[in-house]
C-alpha cells in the first residue's frame, strides 16, 4: 500500500466486503485495484480511465426533453362562437347537400336554393348589421359554390325586427334539425317528389349526415367549440320523425313571418304514384284518393300554423298517407267479408290477396338485422346475432362512433390491430329487380271479383264495396293484415304507428259527417220533389 493518504468511500448500497468474516463497509481503488479498509482485495472490479474531476463517477442521467408547446388560448366570445357555429352548421348543411347531388342526382338547382334559404335564415340571426353582413358574406363565400345577393335579407331583416312575434326568431340559433329541414324545403320549392318520410330513412340508415354530425367538424374548428355547442352537434339519439315535422313548419311561420315566403304544395301525383308503388297496392285506388282529397277540400300545402297548436293530421304527408289507407279500405277491405261490385269497370272488380301481400312486403328473413337498428340494440340482443349481423354492427360502430382525434395508446399498439376502411354504405343495398318481382307476384294473386248488377234480387242482397267499412280507434284494435298494412304505411312516411291511427280515424269521421250532410240533403231534396210532385 502506498504511502499516501487512502481516500477511502462507502460501498454502494449498503454493501460490505466480499471476503468471508470481513464487514468491512469502506473501500479505495489503488493501482486499478478495489480493496476494503482492511486490504482485501474485491473481485469482478475493473477500472476505466477518467479524468479527476469524474472520480468515482460511474454513469450519466438522461432525460429527454419535452416538446415545449405553445398555449395559445382558444376561448371565444360569444359572438364569436355564435359565428363558428354557425360555420359548422354550415359546413354540415353543404356535406348534406353534396350527399343529394351525388347518391341521390339532385339538380344543382337545389344546392342553391338550400343555400339562399339558409342565407335568409342565418340572416336574422344578428341585430347588428356588421355582425350580419360578417355572417352572410362568410356564407356567400363559404362552401356553396355559388354567388348570391343578401341585399333582401338585410332589408328584411331590419324592416321587421320591432315587430313583437318575431322577436323570439332573433336570437335563436339554428339547430342541426333544421339542415335537414331546409333539405326538404328546397325539394319543395323545386317540386321533387321527395317525401320527409324518406329524409328520416336516409338519416335513420345513417346515410345522409345527422347522426354525431360533429364528426364532419374539422378538429381546429371543434376545439375551439364551447361545450353547448358541442353538444347540439353530438346528437346520440335517433331521429324522432314528428320533431323533423314540426322543425319543418316552424321554418315554413319563419320563412313566411320574416320574408313573406309561401310555399308550393306538394308534388301529389308523383308522391301519391310512389307510396303505391312501394305498399305493393292496385294503382286503380288513385280516383279514389283524388275524390276523397275535393271532397275534404285538402290541397297538401304546407300550412303557416304554430307546430305547437297543429295536430300531425294537418301535416300534408300524413294526410296523403291516409287517404290512400282508406282509399285501400274502402276498394280493398282487409277482412274476409265478400264484396261484389256492379258493374265491370268498378275499381273493385280485381281484389287483392292480402295473403300474397303479407307475404310479398314482410321481409323473407326477419331475423336478419337491419340499417337503423343497431342502436336500438340491446345485451341479451346479441346472442341471437349472425356472423353478417355482428360483422354489421362493428362497421356500425367502426364508422359512427369512433373517435377521430389522436388516441391516447401507444401506437406500435394499435397497429397490432388495424381497422380497415370499409364502405358501410354499400352493405345493405335493395336489388334493383326485387320490387319489380314483388310487383309480379302481387299482380299474379289478385282475385277477379264477381260482377253482380244492380235490379236483379240477388243484387239486393250483395254486399257492395264500401259497405260494412271498418274504423279502428287505437292500436290494440288492429290485428291480421290491418296491422301489417297501418305499420308499413306509417314507417314510410316516418311517423309512429298511433299518430297513423289517429289521423286516419279523425279524416274517417270527417267522411262520416259529409256523408251523413250527403243524405239529409238528398232526402230533403227527394221530400221537396214529392211536394213539387203532388
Not at 336516409?202 to 364528426?215: C, F, P, Q
Request: glycine content about 4%; aromatic content about 10%.
Amino acid at each position: 500500500m502506498s504511502s499516501l493518504a487512502v481516500e477511502y468511500c462507502r460501498f454502494h448500497n449498503n454493501d460490505s466486503c466480499t471476503e468471508v468474516g470481513c464487514r468491512a463497509r469502506r473501500y479505495y481503488i489503488e493501482d486499478g485495484k478495489k480493496f476494503c479498509q482492511r486490504g482485501h482485495e474485491q473481485d469482478g472490479f475493473t477500472q476505466t480511465q477518467q479524468e479527476e474531476d469524474d472520480f468515482i463517477k460511474l454513469g450519466v442521467t438522461t432525460r429527454k426533453k419535452r416538446l415545449v408547446e405553445e398555449h395559445v388560448s382558444i376561448a371565444l366570445g360569444d359572438k364569436e362562437a355564435k359565428k363558428l357555429y354557425l360555420r359548422c352548421l354550415q359546413l354540415i348543411l353543404w356535406k348534406q347537400c353534396h350527399w343529394l347531388l351525388t347518391e341521390k342526382n339532385f339538380c344543382k338547382d337545389f344546392e342553391t336554393i338550400v343555400r339562399d334559404l339558409w342565407t335568409l335564415r342565418v340572416g336574422i340571426v344578428w341585430r347588428d348589421e356588421s355582425d350580419d353582413d360578417s355572417i352572410q358574406n362568410e356564407t356567400d363565400r363559404g362552401f356553396f359554390s355559388s354567388q348570391s345577393e343578401v341585399d333582401m335579407t338585410r332589408k328584411g331583416s331590419r324592416a321587421n325586427l320591432s315587430l313583437p312575434k318575431k322577436a323570439k326568431y332573433d336570437e335563436k340559433l339554428p339547430v342541426l334539425l333544421e339542415t335537414l329541414a331546409l333539405c326538404y324545403l328546397g325539394m319543395v320549392l323545386l317540386r321533387l317528389p321527395v317525401g320527409l318520410g324518406e329524409i328520416i330513412n336516409w338519416a335513420t340508415r345513417y346515410e345522409i349526415l345527422y347522426l354525431r354530425a360533429i364528426r364532419a367538424i374539422p378538429e381546429q374548428m371543434r376545439m375551439k367549440l364551447p361545450a353547448r355547442f358541442q353538444v347540439a352537434l353530438e346528437l346520440k339519439a335517433p331521429l324522432n320523425g314528428l320533431s323533423l315535422y314540426r322543425k319543418t313548419l316552424d321554418l315554413i311561420q319563419f320563412f313566411n313571418t320574416h320574408y313573406e315566403i309561401i310555399f308550393p304544395p306538394l308534388n301529389v301525383p308523383l308522391l301519391t304514384y310512389k307510396h303505391i308503388r312501394n305498399l305493393g297496392l292496385p294503382v286503380e285506388i288513385y280516383p279514389a284518393i283524388k275524390n276523397l282529397k275535393d271532397i275534404l277540400g285538402i290541397d297538401f300545402t304546407l300550412p303557416v300554423l304554430n307546430s305547437s297548436i297543429l295536430h300531425p293530421m294537418f301535416y300534408p304527408e300524413v294526410q296523403l298517407i291516409s287517404l290512400i289507407v282508406i282509399a285501400t279500405k274502402l276498394s280493398q277491405p282487409l277482412d274476409n267479408i265478400r264484396r261484389n261490385p256492379d258493374s265491370d269497370i268498378d275499381p273493385s272488380l280485381l281484389k287483392l290477396n292480402w295473403e300474397v301481400w303479407s307475404k310479398t312486403m314482410l321481409e323473407k328473413d326477419s331475423t336478419d338485422l337491419k340499417r337503423g337498428e343497431e342502436i336500438d340494440l340491446l345485451e341479451s340482443d346479441v346472442w341471437n346475432l349472425k356472423d353478417k349481423d355482428i360483422d354489421q354492427y362493428f362497421d356500425w360502430f367502426h364508422q359512427i362512433w369512433l373517435d377521430d382525434r389522436k388516441p391516447k395508446l401507444s401506437e406500435r399498439i394499435l397497429d397490432l390491430f388495424p381497422l380497415q376502411k370499409m364502405d358501410y354504405q354499400q352493405s345493405d343495398q335493395i336489388d334493383p329487380n326485387l320490387q319489380v318481382n314483388n310487383l309480379k307476384e302481387l299482380q299474379s294473386g289478385l282475385i277477379v271479383q264477381k260482377v253482380w248488377p244492380p235490379g236483379s234480387d240477388i243484387s239486393m242482397r250483395v254486399k257492395r264495396p264500401g259497405e260494412l267499412y271498418k274504423r279502428y280507434r287505437k292500436i290494440d284494435e288492429l290485428n291480421g293484415h290491418a296491422k301489417i298494412f297501418y305499420t308499413l304505411a306509417a314507417s314510410h312516411i316516418g311517423i309512429p304507428l298511433k299518430t297513423l291511427v289517429k289521423a286516419v280515424f279523425k279524416i274517417e269521421i270527417q267522411l262520416e259527417a259529409w256523408v251523413a250532410t250527403e243524405r239529409k240533403d238528398k232526402n230533403r231534396q227527394r221530400k221537396k220533389d214529392q211536394l213539387i210532385g203532388v
